[in-house]
Structure formats: structure tokens, C-alpha cells
Nanobody, 122 residues
């Protein structure tokens, strides 16, 4: 059974850092594309970052490029999202999702985690 569990969310001050984790079970993470998405209250879900199956090529939304880093630990079957220089516009519920294609689009994702809340406040 495919399962994704996010962790690492919390409260951080502007300019601070958090590392989110997406632990996968039921499939080999290296054979899948993993995407991170976020949804703030009253806003549509948006793609944040993704790491594609096999070659590990990455995608970043323009709003997070240079601040967020996605990585994959196949031995732990976990994908991480390192978030630095967090801004007031970054708070949201962050979700990871997966598919067996190479698309990082939310429409292409087959399985979703339940999300982890990130709050940025002084």
C-alpha cells in the first residue's frame, strides 16, 4: 500500500529555516517522481518543488528558487525539502505527492500525503 507521511512543519520566524521530510512506503522512492506542494488558506494549491524519477532532476517554483532545496535519500525512502530564508508568504500546509511518471504537475500525482503545517511569524 502506497503511503506518504510528511513531517517537519512548525513555527519559524521570518528568515528562519525548516526541513520537511516525506517518508514513503509501499514503493521504491527512487523509481518515482516526488513533488512538494503547498496550499495556504483561501489560495489554490501550488507546486513548490519536485524531484523526478531515476535521474533525480529537480524543479523549483520561481517563488522558492534559491531558497528551497529538494533532496532524496533512497536508503531511507525519504525526500526532504530544505527551506531557508522563509518569508511571510511561505506559510501553508505543505504536501508531498508521487507518481511513476516524470511530471511534477499536481494533476499528474497519484498519491498524496496528509500534509504538514508551516507557519512563519515573528
Amino acid at each position: 500500500q502506497v503511503q506518504l507521511v510528511e513531517s517537519g512543519g512548525g513555527l519559524v520566524q521570518p528568515g528562519g529555516s525548516l526541513r520537511l521530510a516525506c517518508a514513503a512506503s509501499g514503493f521504491a522512492l527512487g523509481a518515482a517522481t516526488i513533488g512538494w506542494f503547498r496550499q495556504a488558506p483561501g489560495k489554490e494549491r501550488e507546486g513548490v518543488s519536485g524531484i523526478r524519477r531515476r535521474d533525480g532532476s529537480t524543479y523549483y517554483a520561481a517563488s522558492v528558487k534559491g531558497r528551497f532545496t529538494i533532496s532524496r535519500d533512497n536508503a531511507k525512502n525519504t525526500v526532504y525539502l530544505e527551506m531557508n530564508s522563509l518569508k511571510p508568504e511561505d506559510p501553508a500546509v505543505y504536501y508531498c505527492a508521487t507518481n511513476l511518471r516524470r511530471s511534477c504537475s499536481s494533476n499528474a500525482m497519484d498519491y498524496w500525503g496528509k500534509g504538514t503545517l508551516v507557519t512563519v511569524s515573528s
